[in-house]
């Protein structure tokens, strides 16, 4: 399903906030695609010294870049995640705010669950080509699939 819309968004001023929005658009419509468009997007959209932040066990767990697409090729291999539509979209100067859901369906049983995620995440803005980049994230969701 492609990411079209935003139900609830902050008005976009800066450059680096359109940036910074496109980026999130093509960046959910490349996850939608499967772990190898994701895989071949974050080349695009993380820099290279990125550190996403996930719950783990026992709290957040900061992950290096490799880390994280490690991390995320694991679950990739049980799951399918489709990403839903914006519920929210805060863009202030290089951070933004974003609350969405996750249709999962569980490979491995069949079960699917709806998921509510946060993230807040902070950007870069580079010369073009290269654009507005993610530095360091934080996710939060209300099921965990660890």
């Not at 929005?21 to 468009?37: A, M, S, T, V």
């Not at 932040?53 to 992950?63: A, D, E, H, M």
Request: charged letters at 25%.
């Amino acid at each position: 399903m492609a990411v079209t819309e935003i139900k609830n968004e902050s008005a976009i001023d800066k450059d680096i906030e359109k940036a910074i929005k496109d980026r999130l658009f093509n960046g959910f419509n490349n996850w939608n695609g499967g772990y190898d468009g994701w895989l071949k997007w974050c080349e695009t959209l993380y820099e290279p010294d990125a550190y996403y932040n996930i719950p783990g066990p026992n709290g957040q767990v900061r992950l290096t870049l490799q880390q994280y697409k490690d991390a995320m090729g694991e679950l990739f291999k049980h799951f399918t995640m489709d990403l839903g539509q914006f519920e929210n979209m805060i863009i202030r100067d290089d951070w933004c705010a974003i609350r969405y859901t996750v249709k999962i369906k569980n490979l491995d049983t069949g079960e699917e669950i709806l998921q509510n995620t946060m993230e807040f995440v902070k950007f870069k803005m580079n010369p073009e080509p290269i654009g507005a980049r993610v530095v360091e994230g934080w996710a939060l969701s209300d099921i965990s699939l660890a």
